[in-house]
């Protein structure tokens, strides 16, 4: 399993604490801003772990955040949407799930400005 963080200073400015994510069976990529708005990037492989072992390490890089949105194909897209819910018992702060070919850090992070706008 390999993870690569990167993080961009935006203006210090109050916005929710979001999350965006793409995923699929085998990859995913998940950009976060936390409250100082500094947006942060990481890359997660598979690699040989089960799908529970996968899904959870994924919510843990979302973290608990106000708002989350979840891209990626429908099986996986589904499955993390699950899983989230069912670690941070928060569905209502899901903001979309939608069907996504691939998307790159730098596509996810400005989604994620849209989502905290």
Do not use: K
């Not at 903001?95 to 400005?113: F, I, N, Q, S, Y």
Request: charged fraction near 25%; charge should be negative.
């Amino acid at each position: 399993m390999t993870a690569l963080q990167t993080t961009e200073p935006v203006p210090p400015v109050t916005v929710p604490r979001s999350g965006a994510v793409w995923i699929d069976g085998r990859h995913a990529i998940v950009a976060t801003v936390g409250s100082d708005g500094w947006y942060s990037t990481c890359e997660i492989d598979r690699g040989i772990e089960p799908e529970w072992s996968y899904l959870a390490l994924v919510v843990h890089a979302i973290g608990d955040r106000e708002r989350v949105l979840i891209l990626g194909p429908s099986t996986a897209r589904l499955a993390l949407e699950r899983e989230y819910v069912t670690m941070f018992h928060r569905p209502e702060r899901i903001m979309d799930v939608e069907p996504a070919g691939d998307v790159d850090a730098a596509d996810l992070v400005h989604r994620l400005r849209a989502l905290a706008a």
